[in-house]
Antibody, heavy 128, light 107 residues
Framework: QVQLVQSGAEVKKPGASVNVSCKAS????????MHWVRQAPGQGLQWMGF???????????SYAQKFQGRVTMTRDTSTSTVYLELSSLRSDDTAVYYC??????????????????WGQGTPVTVSS | DIQMTQSPSSLSASVGDRVTITCRAS??????LNWYQQKPGKAPKVLIY???SLESGVPSRFSGSGSGTDFTLTISSLQPEDFATYYC?????????FGQGTKVEMK
């Protein structure tokens, strides 16, 4: 069965960087895009971007404009792990960060993509 | 960016009630619309994808409908385990965006 296991909670100071990992198992790692979604306390869900683990040179990526310049998503195919690095942290980056495997439903020539499996979430607290 | 607007933001209902949540997109997204359920302290879970397709293992009391800009999630007979927050999400174009959520509470 598909499992996504994330690294543990982090506490960081403003201006620092955080690195969150997501180890995948139960499927062929390079066959599915992996997304990152975050949720601030008491708030809704916010998409951050995705990585295509099969891409060359560390995998191809697409990031939400809001995070451009501060976010980096990478992967290690030898350990089936994806990583999220967020730099120049601010207090409003305090959130639970989730990895989510992309699924697809195809009917004819149309495929609708969605978040199929989720990690358990990694709380990140940014505080001085 | 495509804006997703859910209504209501919260609702109170009783076990056995029929519950309807709506989601409106700021532009046409065809059927690129998914619904998730989230319980406190847990990751979201997909219920419906492609507007109307039920995820394997999800009870048949959940159903989705709509196309274009207007979508609906219906719970035909609310069960105790259904008290949660529900989110719609579009995958028509990046950035993928979510509605603000609808919290279903016990009356």
């Amino acid at each position: 069965q598909v499992q996504l296991v994330q690294s543990g909670a982090e506490v960081k100071k403003p201006g620092a960087s955080v690195n969150v990992s997501c180890k995948a198992s139960g499927y062929t790692f390079t066959n599915y895009y992996m997304h990152w979604v975050r949720q601030a306390p008491g708030q809704g869900l916010q998409w951050m971007g995705f990585i295509n683990p099969s891409g060359p040179s560390g995998g191809s990526t697409s990031y939400a404009q809001k995070f451009q310049g501060r976010v980096t998503m990478t992967r290690d195919t030898s350990t089936s792990t994806v990583y999220l690095e967020l730099s120049s942290l601010r207090s409003d980056d305090t959130a639970v960060y989730y990895c989510a495997q992309e699924g697809a439903y195809c009917s004819g020539a149309t495929c609708v993509n969605y978040f199929d499996y989720w990690g358990q979430g990694t709380p990140v607290t940014v505080s001085s | 960016d495509i804006q997703m607007t859910q209504s209501p933001s919260s609702l109170s209902a009783s076990v056995g009630d029929r519950v309807t949540i709506t989601c409106r997109a700021s532009q046409s997204i065809s059927s690129y619309l998914n619904w998730y359920q989230q319980k406190p302290g847990k990751a979201p879970k997909v219920l419906i994808y492609a507007a109307a397709s039920l995820e394997s293992g999800v009870p048949s009391r959940f159903s989705g409908s709509g196309s274009g800009t207007d979508f609906t999630l219906t719970i035909s007979s609310l069960q105790p385990e259904d008290f949660a927050t529900y989110y719609c999400q579009q995958s028509y174009g990046t950035p993928w965006t979510f509605g603000q959520g609808t919290k279903v509470e016990m009356k």
